[in-house]
């Protein structure tokens, strides 16, 4: 024929191919897709959407929200061949990554101990990243784990482990970070310290006891005196007394870290002194004997102190105990040792002296000694005898005649007769001392009518009888 023949050959479809496009968009975002597929006739298409028919077009668009993420399924279907050919696609929608939070292993970060942070968010994550100081951690106390959302932290410092962290999520689209978060590192209490004051005061004065010691947070104190507790705060005042006397202990504590501190300090509190007064070993004091004074007196006495006439004692014959609280004088004289004596009681804050101590030496007698007077008299004139022998107190005098006793005063006299003849024996004693000493005289009386050659004779003989002593005459008409 003139005319050709036109052979139809149904054919296809050959493979079904989706037009490269992205796999990952975020809400909002156009999204074309199309499928191809060589065919005769052309081939019919249809979409599924996770096996869902959406479209039978080889193109259709769609405006991608979180419901448009899935598999999208291309069909391509020939009617004259039966034939049909797929392919598929996997589209991700993206939606926006909320703020994460950073939250911690324990709720307290101590020093010296291991802590862990971990990035809290939800969303489609991709991808962790931890910035500490604004940039990224490094170092060999610092861990992360494999998917890099927990950061730990070894061995915590106070200084070096403050922060602040952050930690940042990621996906395709989008990212976002949390809020700074510093690290609240708890450590101490470091050395307690008690803030320097002195450690002795007078009572009545207004003394405050401070304790420090570095912690975080700050520590809890508690005082104790003496072992018992006193006071629950850093610092607190007395008004000092003689009870508040003795050792006072600071407790710092930090119940975080549960470690514990103490500082120690020993106040001393004194009252003034009373005056101290002088007591001695005997009620008398004597001449060539030992004699000892005691300073007598109360109170917080760390020191007693002797003077005489002034000054500190001094020489072989002064002796002083071993607390310096009694002096004892060896083989008192009347000269050296008449003071006056004063003691002295002191501690730190006071001192006393009592009032000044004359000692009061007793001696003698001395030599008894009969104050000249003759030793021949007349009948009826008055005859004085006077005794005198230095001693302290002044001795007792006793006179004897011919042994007897006659009168008990240094001085006494008589109205002279011929009984008055005789020896008169002076007795000079110390009842304190009891030393005794003595002294006699030889008295001769004669009648007023001897002849002058008698009296002439007794003129004579009588210096001679003075000094003998060994007879008496009596001359009698």
């Known amino acids: 024929s003139q005319y050709g023949i036109l052979l139809f050959l149904p054919d296809g479809p050959d493979i079904a191919t989706i037009v490269h496009s992205a796999n990952e968009y975020p809400p909002g975002a156009n999204i074309t897709l199309s499928c191809v597929a060589d065919s005769n006739p052309a081939a019919q298409f249809t979409w599924l959407h996770n096996g869902q028919p959406v479209s039978n077009s080889a193109t259709f668009s769609i405006i991608a929200s979180l419901s448009d993420a899935g598999t999208y399924t291309c069909t391509a279907s020939n009617s004259f061949t039966g034939l049909t050919h797929t392919a598929t696609k996997n589209i991700i929608i993206y939606a926006p990554v909320s703020k994460p939070t950073i939250v911690t292993s324990n709720i307290t970060a101590v020093e010296t101990k291991d802590f862990s942070l971990t990035c809290q968010a939800t969303g489609q994550i991709h991808t962790y990243q931890w910035f500490i100081n604004g940039v990224a951690?490094?170092?060999?106390?610092?861990?992360?784990?494999?998917?890099?959302?927990?950061?730990?932290?070894?061995?915590?410092?106070?200084?070096?482990?403050?922060?602040?962290?952050?930690?940042?999520?990621?996906?395709?689209?989008?990212?976002?970070?949390s809020d700074p978060f510093t690290l609240d590192v708890a450590y101490g209490p470091d050395i307690a310290t008690i803030d320097h004051i002195s450690d002795q005061f007078t009572t009545g004065i207004n003394v405050t006891l401070s304790c420090v010691a570095d912690s975080n947070p700050p520590a809890q104190f508690t005082w104790l005196q003496n072992g018992?507790?006193?006071?629950?705060?850093?610092?607190?005042?007395?008004?000092?007394?003689?009870?508040?006397?003795?050792?006072?202990?600071?407790?710092?504590?930090?119940?975080?870290?549960?470690?514990?501190?103490?500082?120690?300090?020993?106040?001393?509190?004194?009252?003034?002194?009373?005056?101290?007064?002088?007591?001695?070993?005997?009620?008398?004091?004597?001449?060539?004997?030992?004699?000892?004074?005691?300073?007598?007196?109360?109170?917080?006495?760390?020191?007693?102190?002797?003077?005489?006439?002034?000054?500190?004692?001094?020489?072989?014959?002064?002796q002083l105990s071993p607390d310096r609280r009694t002096l004892t004088l060896s083989s008192l004289t009347r000269f050296d040792n008449k003071g006056p004596f004063v003691c002295e009681i002191e501690n730190p804050l006071f001192r006393n002296?009592?009032?000044?101590?004359?000692?009061?030496?007793?001696?003698?007698?001395?030599?008894?000694?009969?104050?000249?007077?003759?030793?021949?008299?007349?009948?009826?004139?008055?005859?004085?005898?006077?005794?005198?022998?230095?001693?302290?107190?002044?001795?007792?005098?006793?006179?004897?005649?011919?042994?007897?006793?006659?009168?008990?005063?240094?001085?006494?006299?008589?109205?002279?007769?011929?009984?008055?003849?005789?020896?008169?024996t002076c007795i000079a004693s110390n009842s304190f001392t009891g030393m005794t000493?003595?002294?006699?005289?030889?008295?001769?009386?004669?009648?007023?009518?001897?002849?002058?050659?008698?009296?002439?004779?007794?003129?004579?003989?009588?210096?001679?009888?003075?000094?003998?002593?060994?007879?008496?005459?009596?001359?009698?008409?």
Not at 281 to 309: L, P, R
Not at 459 to 473: A, D, M, T, V
């Open 437 to 477: 000493r003595t002294a006699t005289k030889n008295i001769i009386i004669y009648g007023e009518y001897l002849d002058w050659a008698t009296n002439f004779v007794l003129g004579f003989l009588f210096p001679w009888y003075e000094r003998n002593r060994h007879k008496i005459f009596c001359l009698v008409p």
């Open 353 to 424: 002296r009592s009032d000044p101590f004359p000692l009061n030496v007793t001696y003698g007698p001395d030599i008894a000694t009969i104050v000249r007077s003759a030793g021949v008299y007349p009948t009826g004139v008055n005859i004085t005898l006077s005794c005198v022998a230095d001693s302290n107190p002044p001795a007792q005098f006793t006179w004897l005649q011919n042994g007897q006793s006659v009168s008990n005063s240094a001085i006494f006299s008589v109205i002279s007769s011929l009984n008055h003849a005789g020896t008169y």
């Open 137 to 177: 951690p490094a170092g060999s106390r610092i861990q992360l784990s494999p998917d890099k959302r927990t950061l730990t932290l070894s061995r915590l410092t106070r200084r070096d482990n403050k922060g602040p962290y952050e930690c940042e999520i990621r996906n395709q689209f989008y990212s976002n970070r």
């Open 228 to 318: 018992k507790s006193v006071n629950n705060s850093a610092s607190f005042s007395i008004i000092t007394s003689l009870n508040h006397i003795g050792n006072y202990t600071c407790i710092a504590t930090n119940s975080f870290t549960g470690l514990t501190r103490t500082a120690n300090k020993t106040l001393m509190i004194y009252a003034p002194l009373s005056k101290p007064t002088i007591v001695t070993s005997n009620n008398t004091a004597v001449e060539t004997k030992d004699f000892s004074m005691t300073c007598n007196a109360t109170g917080q006495i760390h020191a007693y102190q002797w003077f005489i006439n002034g000054v500190a004692p001094d020489g072989r014959r002064i």
